[in-house]
């Protein structure tokens, strides 16, 4: 199985912005090197439907991969939130992945977080230690 680390204070700034996003689902981006997550870049939910699905703001999108390469980050993961559950990813998220990165699912009804590969769906561990 594969892993991706997500240090405490990440994980902690993560919870809080799919927190104060809800019932509107959050996106945001996970740069970092390897499977090492070191920064959180949270975006704006420009979806018509921000209750059952996201979209990210292009620019803010752009801005943030900027962000990494200026920082020589990679882009290491996605994350989004599902307010009402499940923390499995939803038919539109598996046709939707574009990127070559899990994608992590913050599910606030359970208070699960979980990471996939899309649109595969293949599941990978998320860890919290360094």
């Known amino acids: 199985m594969s892993w991706l680390t997500l240090p405490l204070a990440l994980r902690s700034r993560l919870w809080e912005h799919a927190s104060g996003e809800a019932p509107r689902e959050c996106v945001g981006l996970l740069g970092g090197r390897g ?4 920064s959180l870049y949270p975006l704006t939910n420009v979806s018509p439907h921000p209750e059952r699905a996201y979209r990210a703001h292009d620019l803010e999108l752009l801005r943030a991969l900027r962000a ?3 920082e020589a980050l990679e882009l290491v993961g996605i994350y989004h939130s599902h307010p009402h559950g499940p923390p499995q990813p939803s038919d539109e998220d598996r046709r939707l992945a574009a990127w070559d990165v899990p994608y992590l699912i913050a599910d606030l009804r359970t208070g699960t977080l979980r990471a996939y590969l899309l649109p595969s769906g293949q599941e990978i561990r998320v860890d919290s230690q360094v």
């Open 35 to 38: 499977r090492l997550v070191t």
């Open 68 to 70: 990494m390469r200026a």
